[in-house]
């Protein structure tokens, strides 16, 4: 696989991006998200990546802010949501043990007409039940949640359940209480310091505790050892992802994690 390169030349990058869907040069990996402490499978996240014809595998941290300033983010989201949907209603759901799929989105999408509708739409066309949806809330906050609050509590009288990105650190306990959410995810600045000094775990701390006060259940992004995954499991989070557990993988991928139904690393 060509190696993943930074964009030089961001308007070139802007231009490429409209034509890229229709290209098929999108595609969707899914990164698992289990059970601190039991390793059960949970869910996963749905992350979008960029076969670029000529660069090579572009991460979404090189084309998803030029894919913003372009107007596109949403149309891009749309896709990962379809993709998303469609690979998850295959997955096996026996009742003990119901996997999610989480799908990053962004306050533009749900400010659409018609909103809640089409995004019950795309999970009725792949068949796949709204309560194994999770829509996950990207660089939203204050005006932007007060905005599509009506479209939120509508998509979770369906079912769908809600997470907020970067609790600690983009999200914030204002934009909790701004938004009625079923799960944040802890920043991976607080996962990194949870098996270090103690002033530093204290952060991880008072966050869980402020999520568990509310009945929010809480992901933490990133852990990278065994020590951050018992730490985190020590202070009371449920959920837990990162390269310690896998790194993201294909449909085919994700679909043998699931049906094998726990990850121990």
């Not at 039940?129 to 599509?148: F, K, N, Q, R, S």
């Not at 369906?158 to 209480?177: I, Q």
Request: glycine share 8%; charged share 25%.
């Amino acid at each position: 696989m060509p190696r993943a390169a930074r964009p030089r030349d961001d308007a070139e990058l802007a231009s490429e991006l409209s034509q890229a869907i229709e290209r098929g040069e999108f595609r969707v990996e899914y990164q698992p998200i289990v059970r601190l402490g039991s390793g059960a499978l949970a869910g996963a996240e749905a992350l979008v990546r960029w076969r670029h014809p000529r660069r090579g595998t572009i991460p979404p941290a090189d084309f998803l802010p030029a894919a913003q300033a372009a107007g596109l983010i949403a149309e891009i989201g749309d896709f990962v949501l379809h993709e998303a949907c469609r690979t998850a209603a295959d997955w096996p759901r026996p009742a003990d043990r119901t996997a999610f799929v989480s799908v990053n989105v962004v306050a533009e999408q749900l400010a659409a007409e018609r909103a809640a509708e089409q995004v019950l739409s795309t999970t009725s066309a792949a068949g796949l039940d709204p309560a194994a949806l999770v829509l996950e809330l990207t660089g939203a906050a204050g005006d932007e949640l007060a905005e599509i609050g009506r479209v939120v509590d509508s998509l979770r009288e369906a079912g769908v359940r809600f997470a907020l990105d970067d609790f600690g650190h983009a999200t914030s306990l204002h934009d909790v209480k701004e938004l009625a959410v079923d799960m944040v995810k802890l920043d991976r600045e607080f996962v990194a310091g949870v098996d270090g000094p103690p002033d530093e775990a204290a952060f991880a701390q008072s966050l869980l505790t402020l999520a568990d006060a509310r009945g929010i259940e809480v992901v933490a992004k990133g852990i990278e050892s065994r020590e951050q995954a018992w730490r985190l499991a020590e202070l009371g989070c449920r959920y837990g992802q990162g390269y310690f557990f896998s790194k993201p993988l294909g449909a085919t991928g994700i679909l043998a994690v699931i049906r094998q139904g726990t990850l121990r690393p």
